[in-house]
């Protein structure tokens, strides 16, 4: 079993920067991806960027140039950089894992909430 747990969230101006950090407690051999996604208010959930394992990464097109998605494999973390920040960004960010052979995510995180002002 693995269990995720985000930090890094919080209030910050439109044009301003934050960094999430997602770490994975328990076993991740199995663990073939890392993401994570968003929600905004009063929208569904939508993938914001993702690490395969081999390190490719990608980044949702309408987020690239902002949005930097990297890993720490020894300390079973990965972040999410996110700069130049605007309302439309306010959301709950969530981490996800997918075990190797699953076609979907099947762990995440309780979710932080990122809220950017004007």
């Known amino acids: 079993q693995v269990q995720l747990m985000e930090s890094g969230g919080g209030s910050v101006q439109a044009g301003g920067s934050l960094k999430l950090s997602c770490v994975a407690s328990?076993?991740?051999?199995?663990?073939?991806?890392l993401a994570w996604y968003r929600q905004p208010p009063g929208k569904e959930r939508e993938l914001v960027s993702q690490?395969?394992?081999?390190?490719?990464?990608g980044v949702a097109e309408f987020l690239k140039g902002r949005f930097t998605i990297s890993e720490d494999i020894p300390k079973k973390t990965h972040y999410l950089q996110m700069s130049n920040l605007n309302r439309e960004d306010t959301a709950v960010y969530y981490c996800a894992a997918r075990r190797c052979g699953a076609v979907s995510m099947n762990y995440w995180g309780q979710g932080t909430q990122v809220t950017v002002s004007p």
């Open positions: 328990g076993s991740i051999v199995n663990i073939c991806e």
């Open positions: 690490i395969i394992r081999g390190g490719k990464t």
